[in-house]
């Protein structure tokens, strides 16, 4: 109820403000149950993909923001779960994947934390390990922004990545090349403009 109460107020506000433009909302899936990763560069990241999926989604957020009372309330009425930007907190890999039981959808910014440079060693595997074991599809979502009020701000729904493709791999094997083609599809756009500038 609550995050309901939420997303419609907040709605009103940020997509006219930031001029949200979504794309590719063919590509979203009709069941409940997938990861949502986008790239980080802004803590407007999550509002940004929230507003434009309508569909209440679980994030995690790193652990520290649960330390001030007020907004581990705010977090926890929002459905958030706390996690070790180490990647190294087991019990959040098993709620994580309680949530995807549920029929639920789970949010995670695979870089763990927001960045300027564009590298495939910033983003963790974690999130292909949470897909592998919950036998879950992840639906990549690229960001471009400037962050900037009244600036045009993209949002790319990309087509899921299906995680049957990956089954026959090795644990290790797989959950690095479900999280290479997260990161190229994540940074799709960002890379084809870097290219147009160089030339």
């Not at 644990?171 to 999280?179: L, R």
């Not at 599809?185 to 030339?199: D, Q």
């Amino acid at each position: 109820m609550f995050y309901r109460f939420f997303y419609i107020l907040i709605k009103f506000i940020i997509i006219p403000l930031y001029r949200i433009n979504v794309h590719g909302i063919e590509n979203l899936p009709k069941d409940n149950k997938f990861i949502v990763c986008a790239n980080h560069k802004s803590m407007l990241d999550p509002i940004f993909v929230a507003v434009s999926l309508n569909r209440q989604i679980h994030f995690l957020a790193k652990k520290e923001l649960f330390k001030n009372p007020f907004l581990r309330k705010f977090l926890d009425l929002l459905g958030a779960y706390p996690v070790e930007r180490d990647g190294k907190d087991l019990g959040v890999l098993r709620n994580s994947i309680k949530v995807l039981k549920k029929g639920q959808i789970l949010g995670i910014f695979p870089e763990g934390t927001r960045v300027k440079e564009i590298k495939r060693e910033n983003v963790k595997d974690g999130a292909g390990f949470i897909a592998l074991k919950s036998n879950t599809n992840i639906l990549p979502i690229e960001i471009i922004s400037e962050y900037k009020i009244l600036k045009k701000t993209n949002l790319y729904i990309k087509k899921p990545i299906e995680i049957s493709d990956f089954k026959e791999l090795k644990s290790k094997d797989a959950m690095s090349k479900i999280m290479d083609e997260t990161y190229e599809k994540i940074y799709e756009n960002h890379n084809l403009l870097y290219k147009r500038k160089v030339k």
